[in-house]
Nanobody, 124 residues
């Protein structure tokens, strides 16, 4: 089992930046993908970004490309989501997740371990 703990959410204004962190503990496997998802009120949880832990390959949803950056610190077992040029539509609970299998797709069903979520609110 792996435990994921997110931090860094908050209330910001349009155009501001924010960095989320996710610390992994327990059975952390280097070949698994780590990702960020988000869920806005009344909407389904959606993919935001993911990272191949071993190679560092990154993946992004079209809605955040060019604004968000996912990265990792292997020594700290931590994955980050740097968010810039935030918009009100970025308001959501952001979840860190680890893929359930190697070579997972960037979809919720392929991620088996989840953090508790951190709220990000962007005011206009």
């Amino acid at each position: 089992q792996v435990q994921l703990v997110e931090s860094g959410g908050g209330l910001v204004q349009t155009g501001d930046s924010l960095r989320l962190s996710c610390v992994a503990s327990g059975r952390t496997l280097t070949s698994y993908r780590m990702g960020w998802f988000r869920q806005a009120p009344g909407k389904e949880r959606e993919f935001v970004a993911a990272l191949s832990w071993g190679l560092g390959t990154t993946f992004y949803a079209d809605s955040v490309k060019g604004r968000f950056t996912i990265s990792r610190d292997i020594a700290k077992n931590t994955v980050y989501l740097q968010m810039t040029k935030l918009k009100p539509e970025d308001t959501a609970v952001y979840y860190c997740a680890r893929a359930a299998v190697p070579g997972a797709r960037n979809v919720e069903a392929d991620f088996g371990s989840w953090g508790q979520g951190t709220q990000v609110t962007v005011s206009s």
